[in-house]
């Protein structure tokens, strides 16, 4: 029964939707169809050809958009515009201007002019750049992507008009993700049209990269949430007993979504659908006080704007409800921790390239591109894995919650069967609709979706149309992930198109299709993995096949302007050799930040409040034993058991705790000598086994101490829902 009257009751008068969703849907947006409203023709049709052909605006039609876009955020009650970016904190950035300005007479008045619509100049000076600049180098300009339509966020009753944009320093140097994500995805276009050029489909007028997010994360009361100084600082608990009831039943997943939570997701849903984020699903998810949201498919440079948008309105919200939503990929020890799926798929004018298709070339095009995914996987493992690799992360991958650092692909029994039988060269029979479909010479099956079981232990898992990448973090942008999907795609295909080239000019198509189809995927076929991910078998026959298996994001980052990977992120022009090495820098900088907040934490927690409530809960034991005994009560060996395991623990503690403060101390007087590298192995050798050791003290005395004199919440109230 809740006693909590004020928890259980003061956050449930949000309301439920009151009006449908379709006049909600991207209030808040800037869209074409209200710029087509706004604005003449010409300027429309200019505006439009400019973002299909690359096409510059001229400052005419920009001072139109400008103008157009301020009359629309004021009368819905903006006072104030941002260039909305995302440096490579991973966070996102914005700097506030007001529409106030003055005209030749002196008057204030309201205005928003093309140069401020099109470029603005924060100070970039405390940005990561990786070395690329000095502190004293501040210039860095924003930089509209018109690309992904200006939204007004509102909150706390204060309106803003944020327009989505590029980040760049002064010297052309990249210093976000977008811009490379939006190179990455034009690139991968460009080589979709070579190979569809060879399926007889030369005049392919768009091509699109679809990405559908889901994501998940935990409620937790805020009064609760105030009393955890790592919860705060870390966003997860570096100290914390398992509960008496966790996950083990099963009972929390798609369970009813408990009133409190409902009321935040309903209200959560109707904010970002006025900024047309079209949120599709909810519910609960594995681990007690953990909950889901996901997107429908978009554009990809859309849905990854759309995603860290999503993660703000959620926090946001949560806020509102007396909640805090943690989106730490590992807020709690020893329960599931949170992930995001990248659902990914790519299309030609509107045809998913994906989907297996029911008609022979269709079928044949599929399996192309269904070997330029298992040549993008294998060759570059590496990357993919650092796609999602963060501090956070590292708690997940490999720890049989979520997909292993091993990146392998998935495919389903049927499409096994199918890429066996093209590689021995034998006649394929489709088990489910009987018949046979030539391609050339060599028949090739229509493969219906859903044709298998799912395998959730899969890192890249195909599931009928698409591919789920299930190793991103619940607290990443998927930007990165979508870049490095999008350019190894691009890599593989360039190669599969050069290759058909070669070959056609001696054969045709059609003949040569089986024989080549054949090669791709034996060659790739070591990326396959259809069994359980989480074997200690499955690690040895990776290895045996060489797939690299990166347990610690330290291992990963240090290989990022190595070998394939250097070459792999310098193509197409997406990086210059000194920007994959600056975001090198950058990662394993904030990989020994991470890892420093969090010791600090660990410190500042067991010296305040695990050990004095350890040693209080002593003295008051001890004087029960202490009279006890001299009752001459028999039965008081329990309890000297008890004081001598919680005084052991609380000294181990202690060790461990003045050994740590040392150790940091010693990389904190090294650090303007040391390289990034060097401070993040010395974070990740040293600081995190000590960190996992004083937990292992410090959860013993948890549970052995009186909760009446414990200073921080424990499990079971932090994930009562």
Aim: proline share 4%.
């Amino acid at each position: 029964m809740k006693t909590n009257i004020k928890k259980s009751v003061r956050h449930t008068k949000f309301p439920m939707f009151k009006e449908k969703i379709a006049p909600v849907f991207q209030q808040h947006v800037f869209t074409e169809k209200v710029m087509q409203k706004m604005l003449d023709k010409e300027t429309f049709d200019s505006f439009k050809d400019s973002i299909t052909n690359d096409i510059p605006l001229t400052k005419e039609i920009a001072e139109k958009i400008a103008c157009a876009m301020k009359e629309w955020s004021l009368s819905l009650g903006a006072t104030h515009y941002t260039h909305w970016f995302q440096p490579m904190t991973g966070q996102m950035a914005e700097k506030h201007d007001s529409f106030i300005d003055r005209d030749d007479d002196g008057n204030v008045i309201e205005h928003f002019s093309a140069s401020a619509l099109m470029k603005g100049e924060p100070d970039a000076s405390s940005f990561p750049s990786g070395g690329m600049r000095s502190t004293f180098e501040a210039r860095g300009y924003t930089s509209w992507d018109p690309s992904s339509p200006a939204f007004i966020m509102e909150g706390r009753g204060l309106k803003t008009l944020c327009i989505p944009s590029l980040f760049i320093a002064y010297n052309g140097e990249l210093l976000d993700r977008k811009v490379p994500l939006i190179r990455s995805i034009e690139a991968l276009k460009g080589e979709v049209k070579k190979v569809l050029k060879f399926f007889g489909d030369k005049e392919v007028k768009d091509v699109t990269v679809n990405l559908g997010v889901e994501q998940e994360f935990f409620l937790v009361d805020e009064h609760d949430f105030a009393k955890r100084p790592d919860l705060i600082s870390c966003g997860r608990t570096v100290f914390g007993a398992p509960p008496a009831k966790g996950q083990i039943m099963g009972d929390h997943y798609f369970g009813a979504i408990p009133k409190r939570a409902l009321a935040f997701m309903a209200d959560a849903e109707q904010r970002l659908l006025k900024l047309g984020i079209p949120v599709k699903t909810r519910h609960n998810e594995v681990a007690p006080a953990q909950f889901e949201m996901a997107q429908l498919y978009e554009e990809a440079n859309l849905a990854c704007d759309h995603n860290m948008l999503m993660m703000e309105v959620l926090r946001q919200t949560a806020i509102d409800h007396g909640l805090v939503c943690l989106l730490h990929e590992k807020p709690f020890d020893g329960i599931n921790g949170s992930g995001k799926h990248n659902n990914w798929s790519v299309s030609a004018d509107g045809e998913n390239l994906l989907d297996p298709g029911k008609t022979p070339m269709s079928n044949a095009r599929f399996l192309v591109f269904l070997a330029a995914v298992l040549k993008a996987v294998h060759k570059y493992g590496v990357a993919f894995r650092l796609a999602t690799s963060c501090a956070g992360n590292d708690h997940r991958l490999g720890e049989k919650e979520a997909p292993p650092a091993i990146v392998s692909v998935y495919l389903g029994e049927q499409l096994d069967e199918v890429l066996e039988s093209i590689i021995k060269g034998d006649e394929l029979e489709n088990k489910k609709k009987k018949g046979f479909y030539k391609v050339g010479a060599s028949p090739l099956p229509h493969m219906s979706t859903d044709n298998s079981d799912r395998n959730r232990t899969s890192p890249f898992a195909f599931t009928g149309n698409k591919f789920e990448f299930r190793t991103v973090g619940s607290s990443q942008t998927v930007a990165q992930s979508n870049i490095v999907i999008a350019i190894a795609m691009a890599a593989a295909l360039k190669e599969i198109a050069a290759e058909l080239e070669e070959a056609t000019k001696k054969t045709s198509f059609k003949e040569v299709m089986p024989h080549l189809l054949a090669t791709w995927f034996k060659d790739h076929k070591a990326v396959i993995n259809s069994g359980d991910n989480y074997t200690k078998e499955w690690e040895e026959e990776a290895e045996r096949r060489g797939l690299p298996n990166l347990k610690s994001c330290v291992d990963a980052f240090v290989l990022m302007d190595k070998g394939e990977n250097l070459e792999l992120l310098t193509s197409f022009d997406l990086f210059s050799a000194r920007e994959v090495t600056a975001r090198k820098e950058i990662l394993l900088d904030i990989y020994a930040n991470v890892i420093s907040i969090e010791a600090s934490s660990c410190l500042e927690m067991a010296k305040t409040m695990v050990i004095p409530s350890s040693y209080a809960y002593l003295k008051d034991i001890t004087k029960t034993y202490l009279n006890m005994k001299e009752m001459q009560v028999k039965s008081v060996k329990s309890l000297k058991d008890l004081i001598e395991k919680i005084s052991e623990n609380a000294d181990a503690l202690g060790e461990v705790v003045s050994k740590l403060e040392t150790e940091i101390a010693k990389i904190d007087s090294l650090s303007k000598t040391l390289s990034a590298e060097e401070k993040a192995r010395k974070y990740q050798k040293i600081i995190v086994p000590l960190m996992k050791q004083a937990r292992v003290y410090a959860d013993f005395l948890e549970e052995n101490v009186d909760a009446k004199l414990w200073q921080y919440p424990r499990y079971n109230k932090l994930l009562d829902m």
